[in-house]
């Protein structure tokens, strides 16, 4: 007879996250930090839903992570992000990896500080397991610093300043690690331009087609990639400064040039060719990239 899937459990506190993964008394109601090797004995194969951010890094990682046909290239710090409410599966097999550490924090701890604010900006909480950040020796003991001050922090007695500095050390790991992403946008130089690279084919191939397809959208330019819509955002963004969004529009727009330049459709015939289902938001996407209508850029090459 097979077995019943075993039931997703929602974790709403520090305290029952503790409870539910039979460690000892959390010290702080809001924020924690889990030593993976203390968790080895837990049920197999738990799902829960934490109502938590989630920072993680995995230590000592068994075999070679792939992007694409690459190997990543820093293996040492495998460090993920994940954004409150989504499911996440606890394997506790007798071989699996137990070096590392879990941080997390529930967003009432920082709902009082800008950083409430600012939080929603760093993309990698939305990126994919396999899009992981792969820190160096160096990026790894700045990270470890930093979480050592927040464990301090928590392991000692609270007082009028102890969450103003547990935040701000939050708020400066997360501005390493958007640095440390951007770096690894740049160091591994060929998975990127090989993304890149099929990016702009999947784009240029849209557009070709002259069959009045529905505007590619980033979910759907993402799926075909295999990669997570704001991990492609933020590595297009800091290989070329724009974000997929933009690079969309961008070859729309080159698209709509050529057919007004080179054919006598009309304006609506060219807006339904490109995709859009009101030809007035292709002319106000046109004004607003080229400071000119469709009709006006056309009568300029007459």
């Known amino acids: 007879m097979k077995d019943t899937e075993q039931p997703i459990k929602k974790i709403l506190s520090v305290k029952e996250l503790h409870a539910s993964m039979g460690l ?9 930090i889990i030593d993976h090797a203390q968790t080895q004995n837990q049920a197999k194969h738990q799902k829960m839903i934490l109502d938590f951010y989630n920072i993680t890094i995995k230590k000592g990682f068994k075999g070679k992570l792939r992007y694409g046909k690459n190997h990543y290239d820093f293996d040492d710090g495998t460090m993920s992000f994940i954004a409150p409410n989504q499911v996440i599966s606890v394997d506790a097999d007798e071989d699996r990896n137990t070096e590392g550490w879990s941080l ?30 792969h820190l ?42 958007n640095r440390f992403y951007n770096r690894q946008f740049i ?39 295999n990669v997570s819509s704001s991990y492609l955002s933020d590595m297009l963004r800091g290989l070329t400064g ?26 609506s015939e060219i807006a339904y060719q490109l995709g859009f289902e009101y030809p007035q938001s292709f002319s106000k996407l046109f004004k607003r990239k080229t400071k ?8 300029s090459f007459n």
Request: hydrophobic share 40%; with cysteine; aromatic share 8%.
């Open 24 to 32: 000892p008394s959390a010290l702080n109601p809001l924020i924690t």
């Open 104 to 133: 997390l924090f529930h967003p009432d701890l920082i709902r009082q500080y800008p950083l409430i604010k600012t939080i929603g900006n760093y993309g990698f909480f939305s990126y994919s397991v396999n899009e992981a950040l």
């Open 292 to 299: 000119l209508t469709p009709l006006e850029f056309r009568t």
């Open 242 to 267: 724009q974000n997929t969004q933009q690079h969309i529009h961008d070859k729309l727009i080159e698209k709509a040039k050529e057919i007004l330049t080179t054919t006598d459709l009309t304006v």
């Open 136 to 177: 160096s020796d160096h990026e790894e003991r700045t990270i470890e610093a930093i979480v050592l001050n927040i464990k301090k922090e928590i392991n000692s007695r609270l007082d009028n300043f102890s969450q103003d500095v547990i935040v701000s050390n939050l708020d400066l790991l997360l501005s390493y690690c």
């Open 187 to 225: 160091t591994r130089k060929m998975a990127t331009t090989d993304l890149l690279a099929s990016f702009e084919r999947i784009l240029d191939k849209h557009f070709s087609d002259t069959s009045n397809l529905p505007l590619p959208t980033v979910e759907k330019l993402a799926f075909e990639l």
